[in-house]
């Protein structure tokens, strides 16, 4: 007696298809499952024994084996479960194995028949579209998340009868369908807005530049200025995530069972703030079986990083590669996986130890030599990758009494996503979206400047010593300003605004 039911299973973000075959032979009572199977697989024996008993059914008191192909590659999880048990009840004649052919089945058992959500569902939904099932028989917690793929029907099931009574036709299952419009519409708004910032305008502008043009940026100000406070409403001025990046990073927390209770796809930027005290495989992935760290649950958002100077400088320097190659690749000895990684890096840091250093108001106790070893932290190559650096100062009393009405998120994204507009249009032949992601070719091409921009840039850079590097930098920012004024050529006061956004490289800080 051998039966097959389909299934599948994930690999980093993506879902290959898994041939799930039970034959059932005379012998010795014995249940063995074969085709690389974890030990989280191969305890589905006694969850589907144990649930088939308690849903009514008969389990055959022979030998059993079960065969996960393809069986070079491991299978993890406890989405087998369903599979293995419906192929069971398929091998003893209670289901007829031609209505098994064109559905693809997932779901963990308990032991008394009820189907627990499974990690993945999203990723293996898309898996069978392309694969040309009919439909997937998904657990009732995972249907809204499944069914946000077109195309493709989704079953959401409570129980192994009511699955069993599906395929014997005794009962209908109604598929799940998802409103992605609604969806986009009913959540994407922001609890936090900027015209709740008092005072800090130079800052704001510097996010708004930073957010026009996918830059990278680092806030440094004393204790209690707003840093965090303007990080945190970063988000709400970033353009609208698309379909796509939202399907992207939906698979992203799909695959690693974060999204959240009831909803059915991430429909704002991520905006991730880990602890100091993270390890470099938490905020770039790993473990034995490979997981995305924070820089890809950052993916197609924010990845703020709070007191930067906190964190452990080994921990800091893992974000090199993903900051240049949007993505992280993270090699075991059975596999290789590529989880994305492009986001913007928001930090934010003291100026020194006790954090008044350059704050008239306050006395800084620090000595020099302490300073360096606080900045010194941070490494060059880091630096490297951060576009704009802004200082932002205590906030003045007056500014925080003033009743002066401050621009709101609304308005402020209208600009960056006009900014962002024209930079597709300028890449649309390229593979980069932003003026952050310009190599030396583009910037050749894109950020001609004029005798007077030219002249002012060559005083800037011999008077406060910048470097090639910063200059280039200079460059990138004055063609994100220029968008963002909506002009073709970079002028002097485009030039002259990047130039502010470069502390770090006059020696100030």
Known sequence: MLAMVLSSAVI???AYPVEVEVDIAKGLPSFTTVGLPEASVKESRERVKSAIANSGYFFPDDRITVNLAPASIKKEGTGFDLPIAIGILSATGVIMQKRLSGYSVLGELSLDGRIKPVNGSLPMALAAKAAG??????????GKEASVVDGISVFPV????????????????????TDISLLFDENSRFEVDFSEVKGQEHAKRALEVAAAGGHNIIMIGPPGSGKTMLAKRLPSILPPISFDEALETTKI??????????DAMIVKRPFRSPHHTISDAGLIGGGHAPRPGEVSLAHNGVLFLDELSEFKKHVLEVLRQPLEDMKVTISRALTTITYPASFMLVTAMNPCPCGFFSDPKHECKCTYQQIHRYRSKISGPLMDRID???????????????????????????RVSAARLIQTERFNKSKIYCNAQMNSRHIKKYCKIDDVACGFIESAVD???????????????????????GKTDIEADHVSEAIQYRNLDRGKL
């Open 133 to 142: 099932y009919e439909g997937i028989i998904v657990p009732f917690d995972n």
């Open 158 to 177: 409570k129980t192994l009868s009511q699955v069993v009574e599906f395929f014997r036709n005794s009962e209908k299952l109604e598929a799940a369908k």
């Open 253 to 262: 927390y799909s695959v690693v069972g974060m999204l959240e209770e009831g």
């Open 388 to 414: 704009i650096h802004v200082e932002v100062p205590a906030v003045a009393y007056r500014d925080l009494m003033t009743d002066f009405p401050s621009e709101s998120s609304e308005e402020i994204k209208k």
């Open 12 to 14: 980093g973000i993506d």
């Open 463 to 485: 008077k406060l010593g910048l470097s090639a590097r910063a200059f280039n930098r200079i460059l990138k920012i004055s063609r994100t300003i220029a968008d963002l004024a």
